[in-house]
């Protein structure tokens, strides 16, 4: 028994093709496989959306590491510190 499958050409023609051929079945494209490489980068996409936005929330409400700046003093060529 042979296997036939329909073909759509999306480029060029298929007259005078003879002899065997390769069959591509592209899951790549389809997000809806659990592994494909197009669901892996979206959900790659989101989650580091996720997290920088959720970094950058923690980052504004944390109080700073150091306190503010104060103008040097005490020494040369400084004034004295108040």
Do not use: Q
Not at 4 to 12: P, Q, T
Not at 21 to 50: E, M, N
């Amino acid at each position: 028994a042979d296997l036939v499958f329909d073909v759509a050409v999306l480029e060029g023609s298929l007259t005078g093709a003879t002899g065997p051929a390769a069959v591509f079945i592209d899951i790549i494209g389809r997000p809806i496989t659990p592994l494909s490489f197009a669901g892996v980068a979206r959900r790659t996409a989101y989650r580091a959306a996720w997290y920088r936005g959720a970094a950058a929330t923690a980052a504004v409400a944390a109080p700073p590491y150091y306190g503010p700046y104060s103008e040097p003093c005490g020494y040369a060529p400084y004034p004295p510190c108040r």
